[in-house]
């Protein structure tokens, strides 16, 4: 059974930065599309940023240039760093997989998903 276990959510300041883990079991191998979307009160499910195996990352307009995804293939582990932190990016952060190397910015293609981690900004 595939398992996501998200981490490091948490209170930040506005302009602070976060960093948030996921580690991956139950696969079997490696190559699977992996990422993270975030949700807000009232608001759809988003991308945040995906990555393939072989770290090509697609990142959402709102958050390129202030957050950098990462995988580490060996320990089965995506990693999201967020800096430049606003309240507009609070909201419940999920880690997410898809049994694909190719990654999509659409959340209903992602079959495994964490149970999330909050992140809170305030100003």
């Known amino acids: 059974q595939v398992r996501l276990v998200e981490s490091g959510g948490g209170s930040v300041q506005s302009g602070g930065s976060l960093k948030l883990s996921c580690t991956a079991s139950?696969?079997?191998?490696?190559?699977?599309?992996k990422g993270w979307f975030r949700q807000a009160p009232g608001k759809d499910r988003e991308l945040v940023s995906v990555i393939t195996s072989d770290g090509v990352a697609t990142y959402a307009d709102s958050v390129d240039g202030r957050f950098i995804i990462s995988r580490d293939n060996a320990e089965d582990t995506v990693i999201l760093e967020m800096n430049s932190l606003s309240p507009e990016d609070t909201a419940m952060y999920y880690c997410?997989?898809?049994?694909?190397?190719?990654?999509?910015?659409?959340?209903?293609?992602?079959?495994?998903w964490g149970q999330g981690t909050q992140v809170t900004v305030s100003s």
């Open positions: 997410a997989s898809r049994p694909s190397p190719t990654c999509t910015p659409l959340p209903a293609l992602f079959g495994w």
């Open positions: 139950g696969y079997g191998h490696n190559n699977f599309c």
